[in-house]
């Protein structure tokens, strides 16, 4: 009869814990990257959720085009759909030397939105969005969607 | 100052007899019976008050651009879901043609440039239905930069509005088809308006950044 010494057992216990480790590892690393891809894919396929600009901002916030964001011909400022009427809600889009058309403001709205065919999508300038509490803000530069 | 552009006539609504129909259908939509059969009302507009062309048939000509629905309408979840059988286009002016429609619970005023670009917001059915001008305070293309403009439509009874400059110079923006537009090469400090007991009322232009 094959005894097992206790400290064998202990042992074989052991090398069974770390291949079992192993595979848990291996399994993590695999749904990790699934997930990761999977998060990837969704981010892109939704631009308008991967061109978020910021949420409440105050005077003078920036997104800049062409540093982490891709330049935006569309640009929206937001309460959300049918969201609270603010006191005012702006965005202004600089291009380096002038204001794009359409950059501008309104009162008691909750919704404002302008579009350049002309802007560059890979543009490198700035958009800023002035006192614009309680709002969401988007660019958006899908060249496979027009103005 | 550059001279100030003025809104041109834009074909005149006529059919009263439409407008009578519209105004039977929009009685209807009112209506609020969840048993009622859908009726689709391809012809009648939105149900906010004091805007004379959501009260007639939709033309060819009313609808929204492709580009604009798809930011305004259901397309965008964080749009206001602008329903296409609401849009009018209420006037023309220069370049740019004035358009409105109506969301679930938003009114918006959308102006369409000839190049394709465009800009507008919605604001609040109620608010709109209040009797008040709805303005939009934005930036032009020009020689030298940027002009200054503002624009939107106004109730019936709105008698007057104008673009206050910094100097104080007021300058009027004549409603012709519901519609206003008054463009400067100075900056605008406030949208002033006048109702239709002549009170006089103001919004603040909130001017962008300087650069």
């Known amino acids: 009869v094959f005894k097992v010494s206790p400290s064998v057992r202990s042992r074989a216990s052991l090398t069974l814990l770390r291949s079992d480790a192993k595979r848990k590892t291996v399994a993590l690393t695999v749904l990790v990257l699934a997930f990761g891809t999977f998060a990837i894919a969704a981010t892109s396929a939704s631009a308008i959720t991967s061109d978020y600009c910021g949420y409440n901002p105050g005077s003078g916030n920036q997104c800049y085009e062409g540093s982490g964001y891709r330049g935006w011909r569309y640009h929206q400022a937001s309460t959300g759909s049918g969201g609270p009427i603010v006191a005012s809600i702006c965005a202004y889009s600089w291009n380096g030397s002038a204001y794009r058309p359409g950059s501008g403001c309104t009162s008691s709205y909750n919704f404002y939105a302008f579009c350049n065919p002309s802007d560059s999508p890979n543009g490198n300038s700035s958009v800023l969005y002035v006192n614009n509490p309680g709002v969401t803000l988007y660019g958006h530069a899908d060249s496979r969607v027009p103005c | ?211």
């Open chain 2, 1 to 211: 100052m550059r001279g100030l552009r003025r809104l041109p006539l834009v074909a005149a609504i006529s059919a009263a007899a439409l407008s009578a129909g519209a105004t039977a259908a929009l009685s209807l939509a009112q209506q609020d019976d969840s048993n009622a059969p859908v009726v689709i009302e391809a012809s009648s507009g939105g149900d906010t008050d004091g805007f004379a062309a959501l009260d007639r048939a939709q033309n060819a000509d009313d609808r929204l651009p492709a580009g604009v629905l798809a930011r305004f309408g259901p397309d965008n979840s964080t749009g206001p879901n602008v329903d296409q059988s609401t849009a009018r286009k209420v006037a023309s002016v220069e370049k740019t043609d004035i358009y409105i429609a109506e969301g679930t619970s938003s009114f918006c005023t959308i102006n369409v440039r000839d190049d394709g670009g465009w800009s507008g917001g919605c604001t609040a059915k109620t608010r709109a239905d209040s009797g008040q001008p709805q303005a939009t305070f934005d930036l032009v293309d020009s020689a030298d930069g940027n002009d200054y403009r503002v624009w939107g439509v106004a109730p019936s009874d709105v008698k007057s509005a104008a673009l206050v400059l910094k100097n104080g110079t007021r300058v009027p923006g004549p409603i012709e088809d519901g519609a206003f537009s008054v463009t400067t090469d100075d900056a605008g400090t406030a949208f002033m308006w006048t109702d239709a007991q002549d009170i006089e009322h103001s919004q603040q232009v909130v001017l962008p950044p300087t650069q």
